[in-house]
């Protein structure tokens, strides 16, 4: 005889549901007990009956296995509750980060000369301040690179020139005067030409010079 499949309902014959109670309690405290000796599983099982009596099972401790079970559910709230916090910090660190993106953006249009029309007078002259401060700074540090490079200047014309002596040494020749040796001449030079303003034929001009 083929059995039918049994519904998923309350049996509301008060007998059948006994025996069907005492029938599956056997059946699931049987493979709660196979379970356990079979995979080497800590199982505990409680069953309260309709009218509240307790059927129970345990691999082990009862009491073990509850306060097993409890630790790891605190031990899961506290992860997940963490986990939850870590996620918020997260999202406020993005949504912080996204607002100084665009902040960052703004400040960089406006110091480009766009978006300008919102500004009100103040911030446009606190703009031109931050701009002038930038161009200073710019300035300074090039006149820094242009002096540096002028000092590497000298110092390779120093050293050309001390080679060029040796060379010249060598060859017998003799030392050649320096740039600025030559400069001062022509300075000293330029200092005794005539500077009277005459007005005249050039005869009358060295006919009355003694």
Known sequence: ??????????I??????????????NGLLKKAFELSVLCDAEVALIIFSPRGKLYEFSSCSMNKTIERYE???????????ARDKDMQNVKEDAHSMAKKIEYLEDSKRKLLGNGLEPCS????????????????????????????????????????????AKLREKCGMQPRQSLMSNFDELHIKSMDVETELFIGPPERRSMQKP
Not at 2 to 10: E, F, I, L, N, Y
Not at 71 to 81: A, F, M
Not at 128 to 153: T, V
Request: hydrophobic share 25%; net charge positive; charged share 45%.
């Open 71 to 81: 630790k790891r559910e605190k031990d899961l709230g506290i992860s997940s509750n």
């Open 121 to 164: 007078l103040n911030e446009l002259q606190l703009l031109e301040n931050q701009l002038d401060r930038s161009l200073r700074r710019i300035r300074e540090r090039k006149n820094q690179l242009f002096w540096e490079q002028i000092e590497k200047l000298k110092e390779e014309e120093k050293r050309l020139g001390e080679e060029n």
């Open 12 to 25: 509301e014959n008060a007998t059948s549901r006994q025996v069907t109670f005492s029938k599956r309690r």
């Open 1 to 10: 005889m083929v059995r039918g499949k049994t519904q998923m309902k309350r």
